[in-house]
């Protein structure tokens, strides 16, 4: 086995060479123009349009393009001309007829007219008290009959009442008492009742 010498020691050195700015032959931010292209003077505008010219000109697409081709000719003096548009239809548009359509929406509440004979613990909420109900259902009817001047003359051009504030039939609702609202035109209309009737039955 040979040995084999190591290598020569490195010697540091301090020579440096400095770089130095080249100064080049041909200017590099104009390349050599083709044929023609010196001719061609682009002119941009750098000044913002106005109001009139951007709310007061409304040109069709025709006449865009007769204005383009006009301001390409004045400025270089070749012809332009647009790309032919593609032909996408020949058919004449029928437009988009569709049959008749009918939703039926359901509203959250009802109205009706008022009702004078109502019993709503047994018929709207399904309260049974056994054997008494037809008592209970007798006596309530009898009460209406009685205060049924009372009932008209209360809120008189109130026609109309919404079931918005009830609760749905068959909900379970405790058994309440409705007691009547109090009324000067319902007095009126009951104490009227009352002496007219006793005016037609003398007793």
């Known amino acids: ?3 084999v010498p190591p290598p020569p020691p490195m010697v540091p050195t301090n ?8 100064q080049p032959t041909k200017p590099m931010d104009k390349r050599t123009p083709t044929p023609g292209e010196e001719e061609q003077d682009i002119k941009i505008q750098l000044e913002p349009p106005g109001p009139d ?3 007061g ?4 697409e025709q006449s865009l393009q007769v204005r383009m081709r006009q301001e390409w000719r004045q400025q270089h003096r070749t012809p332009f001309e647009f790309p032919d548009e593609p032909v ?3 058919q004449v548009y029928k437009g988009r007829v569709f049959p008749p359509m009918t939703e039926t929406v359901e509203p959250n509440y009802l109205c009706y007219r008022r009702l004078y004979f ?12 056994g054997f008494i109900q037809p008592v209970v259902s007798a006596g309530i009817f009898f009460w209406d009959v009685a205060t049924l001047p009372y009932h008209l003359g209360t809120e008189p051009c109130r026609r109309y ?4 504030g009830y609760c749905m039939p068959g909900d379970p609702v405790p058994y309440l008492l409705y ?6 035109t319902g007095a009126a209309a009951e104490i009227g009742a009352v002496v007219a009737l006793a005016w037609i039955f003398p007793g």
């Open 1 to 3: 086995m040979v040995p």
């Open 15 to 22: 020579e440096l060479t400095p770089a130095s700015f080249q």
């Open 53 to 55: 010219r951007i709310f």
């Open 57 to 60: 000109r409304r040109d069709s």
């Open 88 to 90: 996408l239809s020949t």
């Open 118 to 129: 109502e019993d709503k613990n047994s018929e709207r909420y399904g309260w049974d008290l």
């Open 161 to 164: 009442e919404c079931n918005t």
């Open 179 to 184: 007691p009547p609202v109090w009324s000067v």
